[in-house]
T-cell receptor, first 109, second 112 residues
Framework: KQEVTQIPAALSVPEGENLVLNCSFTDSAIYNLQWFRQDPGKGLTSLLLIQSSQREQTSGRLNASLDKSSGRSTLYIAASQPGDSATYLCAAYTDKLIFGTGTRLQVFP | IAGITQAPTSQILAAGRRMTLRCTQDMRHNAMYWYRQDLGLGLRLIHYSNTAGTTGKGEVPDGYSVSRANTDDFPLTLASAVPSQTSVYFC???????????FGPGTRLTVL
């Protein structure tokens, strides 16, 4: 059974820092790995999707990497801003999308 | 604006009552999903539909039913609500599985 873990559960950083959010999964037979953002009281917004054959995807200041063999994905956020404050969720797709419990990020001015 | 709408936004419900959560998408996506989100447990799949006319069970289907009469609508019904069904419910859609999923704003349900 696929299990997805995100570390750390919470992170607080000053504005401008580069940061890395970690995601690990137990079953490497995935179709893709997806990263989402969730603002308090809101739904999820899709950020990046990495196919199993890809190593990374980039969108603006966000870069997500995937290492299937080690069961890991990272989300790199460059030059963090207060507007990046949210919960970030990763999800691994095997026969369905399995979510981690998220990393709650706070970026303070 | 294209997307997914959910209704109601929130609801307080007495245990034993029947409740239908509504979900409509205008992106003509084939696949639709219902998740519940609980503190410490993350999002868990309740039911899904890969295309109109078909449905399937997810990770936590007990106590819930769905139907998919057309492409746009995917209602979730609680036949007899129980307090453990207190949660935030999210509907999502994708062009197909396993493609990128798009989420609605959620319904906050409290069962007393």
């Amino acid at each position: 059974k696929q299990e997805v873990t995100q570390i750390p559960a919470a992170l607080s950083v000053p504005e401008g820092e580069n940061l890395v959010l970690n995601c690990s999964f137990t079953d490497s037979a995935i179709y893709n790995l997806q990263w989402f953002r969730q603002d308090p009281g809101k739904g999820l917004t899709s950020l990046l999707l990495i196919q199993s054959s890809q190593r990374e995807q980039t969108s603006g200041r966000l870069n997500a990497s995937l290492d299937k063999s080690s069961g890991r994905s990272t989300l790199y956020i460059a030059a963090s801003q207060p507007g990046d404050s949210a919960t970030y969720l990763c999800a691994a797709y095997t026969d369905k999308l399995i979510f981690g419990t998220g990393t709650r990020l706070q970026v303070f001015p | 604006i294209a997307g997914i709408t959910q209704a109601p936004t929130s609801q307080i419900l007495a245990a034993g009552r029947r409740m239908t959560l509504r979900c409509t998408q205008d992106m003509r996506h084939n696949a639709m999903y219902w998740y519940r989100q609980d503190l410490g447990l993350g999002l868990r799949l309740i039911h899904y539909s890969n295309t109109a006319g078909t449905t399937g069970k997810g990770e936590v289907p007990d106590g819930y039913s769905v139907s998919r009469a057309n492409t746009d609508d995917f209602p979730l019904t609680l036949a007899s609500a129980v307090p453990s069904q207190t949660s935030v419910y999210f509907c999502a859609s994708s062009e197909g599985s396993p493609l990128r999923q798009f989420f609605g704003p959620g319904t906050r349900l409290t069962v007393l």
